[in-house]
């Protein structure tokens, strides 16, 4: 199991953030939004939603292809228990638990099943830095009224997976000097630990193998671009039901939310990134002049929708598979330990 003083950690963060999102609420107006919501939209926005994910299905078999070829049919019951996962365990475990299912199914070393999900959050976060840039370019959007926070996030993205993204690029370009700088250090280890830990960088960069084909990269790019459009539309569905679409918050305001809560909910967070997702969510619906209680209302609805779908559809793959939580924190626990994690 993950350590209490993580799990506990996690579930005061969600607290803290929860608090903010709700000190200011007036119950009678945000249960008024809520109940004015018109269910009709829900019915294209979950299609649409769910839509995403079959395309990042077919995305990680492109990423996986230098490894080995797998299909659809094996590896999206995985991606979908993974983004379970990470719904329901803290610190974004389901990245653990899916680097570990693949790689038992596959019969291929887990850590560059690790590796080519971290090249997909990199890509996520490239995505997303896309849309960012294009709904204030094109949306004419003023970034000034969003809260100070907010906006120094916004600022800071795109340094950050810049910088992410060419770290990966130098392991794979220069990977043998990667390997001796890294056969340096763990030479300084016991051998019981310096052996597995050397052989899991061998087999992390080789799961980094896609970033070697520019043509095959601009394909995971513009796939991730896709799957992110769907959620996008989704979003905008959700707020043609709540009211505030097209009127209050249009077509380039909901890319911009869309983009900025999901990149806060990249690093680990509390289960589901609940806390955090909201409050940021609603620093920026604010900002659009939405009130208060229908900003927190919309997306409170927005987060249980693209929430609660992956949870119910992992759980059906998780009883097809004879899985259950405890033996997925369990394998993330083992995909943790250095002698396993290089098989």
């Known amino acids: 199991m993950l350590p209490k003083k993580v799990i506990w950690f996690g579930f005061a963060v969600m607290a803290v953030m929860f608090f903010f999102v709700l000190k200011d609420v007036h119950w009678p107006q945000f249960w008024d939004a809520i109940f004015h919501f018109n269910l009709v939209w829900l019915i294209p926005a979950l299609i649409i939603y769910l839509l ?10 492109i990423l996986l292809s230098p490894i080995k070829k797998c299909s659809f049919q094996d590896l999206f019951p995985t991606l979908i228990i993974g ?12 990245e653990f638990v899916r680097a570990y299912l693949n790689g038992s199914k596959e019969k291929i070393s887990r850590s560059a099943s690790l590796a080519t999900i971290v090249v997909e959050r990199i890509f996520d976060g490239l995505a997303m830095l896309i849309i ?16 100070p926070n907010v906006q120094s996030a916004i600022h800071k993205c795109p340094y950050v997976f810049g910088f992410a993204f060419l770290v990966l690029f130098i392991l794979v ?13 763990t030479r300084l280890l016991p051998s019981k630990v310096s052996k597995p830990v050397d052989k899991i960088a061998h087999t992390f960069i080789d799961g980094l193998k896609i970033l070697q084909s520019g043509r095959e990269s601009i394909l995971v790019l513009t796939i991730s671009l896709a799957a992110w459009t769907c959620e996008l539309t989704c979003y ?14 249009g077509i380039w305001s909901t890319a911009l939310l869309m983009a900025v809560v999901n990149i806060a909910i990249l690093v680990p967070n509390a289960p589901g990134g ?24 919309y997306i ?23 899985l259950s939580l405890k033996k997925l924190e369990k394998s993330r626990e083992e995909d943790l330990t250095p002698e396993r994690t290089g098989k």
Do not use: C
């Open 52 to 61: 995403g994910y079959v395309i990042r299905g077919f995305r990680w078999i």
């Open 132 to 147: 960012l840039w294009a709904s204030l370019a094109f949306g004419h959007l003023q970034i000034e009224n969003i809260d």
């Open 236 to 249: 905008y569905f959700l707020a043609i039901g709540m009211g505030i679409a097209p009127s209050l918050l």
């Open 300 to 322: 409170l609805i927005v987060h249980f929708v693209v929430w609660l779908p992956i949870n119910l559809l992992g759980i059906y793959y998780m009883g097809r598979e004879h």
């Open 274 to 297: 609940f806390g955090l997702f909201e409050y940021v969510g609603k620093k920026l619906l604010i900002s659009f002049a939405i009130p208060i209680e229908t900003a927190v209302g």
């Open 83 to 94: 983004f379970m996962a990470n719904n329901l365990l803290p610190a974004r475990a389901g």
């Open 173 to 185: 370009l220069m990977r043998e000097k990667a390997m001796t700088v890294v056969g340096f250090f």
